[in-house]
């Protein structure tokens, strides 16, 4: 990916993430779209093992 597609792709993603912002629906929907979240709100089942924190061991 060159430098410049890259900028492009970075000004999209940004764009969206404004539009979305405030707006929990949209936010929702694109979650939905993109296969993460169902359309009763649940995680994918190839989600939910997934841990963001780091361990507090």
Do not use: H, W
């Not at 404004?18 to 694109?30: D, G, L, P, T």
């Not at 296969?35 to 507090?56: A, M, W």
């Amino acid at each position: 990916m060159s430098k410049s597609e890259y900028e492009a792709i970075k000004k999209l993603l940004d764009k969206k993430r404004k539009e979305i912002k405030n707006n929990q629906a949209e936010a929702r929907s694109v979650l939905v779209r993109a296969g993460i979240f169902t359309e009763k709100g649940n995680l994918r089942k190839v989600y939910k093992d997934i841990c963001t924190q780091p361990s507090q061991a």
